[in-house]
């Protein structure tokens, strides 16, 4: 660690809670597409994404001009007071290409978590039910009602008290932790037997491609039962899509995957390239049972994030980032399955578009090949139940040459700590 970067953690040792967390011992000075410089003039090829936020890279040029030039107009009004009509043309460009039946509207928030929030609110107010059903695993964010959501303990509920009620978990099918399609559906039916009836079940609310719980994508044989029973009920579907959407998976919304479709989509992230935006889209008559006021904040739809947002759209349909993301991801998996077959320490790899995650046996495997990577230059992150996942999120403009460099790097890293772990290693 440089004398600076030694110097900066003193200070955030001094100035910041111990609940906010970081990576990295290191600050970045600068970015630029895939690439991150720390105050020292270290470099690290990104995979992280800033947590799947950056599909469109760093600070790309379209981005950059976007938010410049509406910095020359105004950067806050307050939509609720004085609207602009940048917000509506981007509503308007999204309920275009929702994957929601039929006429949709939508409403922009800053965070996901407040995105997650409000989708919550409208379904009460539509169904005039309390009950909402997430999954394990999920995470939906971090403030109290989407705590309750989130279906982890350590380190997002853990230490905070009583969480908000009429919220159950179901389990959420998944071939290597063993949770199969029937079981998964056998959960819910659990909850209507023991913890809430149907009619008062307001909304399930999963993740089609689970984040921080591992990278898990729904069977499609499962969402179309999840959407079955939910028309049965007469209980909405809300996919979460905060770190699925937007290029990620190969299609602009991870929905596209599947032949149904939900009533309501959260989504975030990459949504406004780096600012801070969410939104939710859904069912016309579905948005439109809140009464005016009921939807909102002071920083919703912020008019710099909304130009960022435009920008972003442009870039992905310009530069072709949903086949981007399938060519990258193929790229990746193909690598991971071949380190897979010379590793058994490798469980799975699991991968839709460039949604990529490698799930180690051992979480000690996983933090190895982080902890080396990060020493080689390579940004990575983790995820999962237990923390045994590596989890790729590479911003979808990284060069080629960029990329073959990460995926040397990564090979040799793989290698190296499986050895040094004194893991057998199958012949190539």
């Known amino acids: 660690m440089s004398e600076k970067n030694n110097l900066m953690q003193q200070r955030k040792a001094q100035a910041l809670p111990k609940g906010i967390g970081t990576l990295c011992d290191w600050y970045v000075a600068r970015a630029e597409n895939a690439t991150l410089w720390d105050q020292a003039g270290n470099s690290w090829i990104d995979f992280a994404g800033g947590i799947a936020v950056l599909n469109t890279g760093h600070r790309h040029p379209r981005i950059e001009q976007a938010i410049a030039d509406q910095l020359t107009k105004f950067t806050h009004t307050a939509f609720q007071i004085t609207p602009y009509e940048s917000y509506v043309a981007l509503a308007e460009r999204i309920n275009q290409r929702v994957p929601i039946a039929g006429p949709a509207k939508t409403a922009f928030f800053t965070t996901g978590a407040e995105a997650v929030e409000n989708a919550v609110k409208v379904a009460r107010a539509f169904t005039r039910r309390h009950g909402i059903i997430t999954f394990g695993n999920a995470f939906h964010g971090r403030t109290f009602m989407t705590m309750a959501m989130t279906g982890k303990v350590a380190p997002y509920k853990r230490d905070f008290g009583p969480m908000p009620p009429s919220v159950f978990h179901a389990r959420y099918p998944s071939a290597v932790q063993g949770i199969s399609i029937e079981a998964a559906l056998t959960s819910l039916d659990e909850i209507f037997t023991q913890d809430i009836a149907p009619h008062d079940v307001a909304a399930i609310v999963l993740e089609p491609v689970q984040g921080e719980g591992g990278f898990h994508a729904a069977p499609v044989e499962f969402m179309v039962q999840l959407r079955e029973l939910a028309d049965r009920h007469g209980i909405l579907l809300i996919a979460d899509e905060v770190q699925s959407g937007f290029a990620r998976t190969g299609k602009l919304f991870a929905m596209e995957h599947y032949p149904v479709?939900?009533?309501?989509?959260?989504?975030?992230?990459?949504?406004a390239g780096g600012m801070p935006l969410s939104a939710i889209a859904g069912r016309a008559e579905v948005m439109d049972a809140p009464a005016p006021g009921g939807l909102g904040g002071t920083y919703a739809g912020n008019p710099?994030?909304?130009?960022?947002?435009?920008?972003?759209?442009?870039?992905?349909?310009?530069?072709?980032?949903?086949?981007?993301?399938?060519?990258?991801?193929?790229?990746?998996?193909?690598?991971?399955q071949a380190q897979q077959r010379r590793h058994p320490d490798i469980a799975e790899v699991r991968a839709l578009g460039s949604m990529v995650a490698m799930e180690f046996y051992q979480a000690s495997t996983a933090q190895a090949v982080q902890k080396m990577a990060m020493e080689q230059g390579l940004l990575l992150l983790t995820c999962g139940a237990k923390g045994n996942v590596i989890r790729f999120l590479y911003p979808l403009t990284i060069p080629d040459a960029q990329f073959s460099q990460a995926l040397t790097i990564l090979s040799s890293v793989i290698n190296h700590c499986v050895a040094s772990a004194g893991h057998p290693v199958v012949p190539a």
């Open 261 to 271: 479709k939900a009533d309501i989509i959260t989504m975030a992230k990459s949504l």
């Open 304 to 336: 710099l994030a909304i130009a960022s947002a435009h920008a972003v759209l442009d870039v992905i349909e310009e530069e072709q980032l949903c086949q981007r993301a399938v060519d990258l991801g193929a790229r990746l998996e193909a690598e991971l």
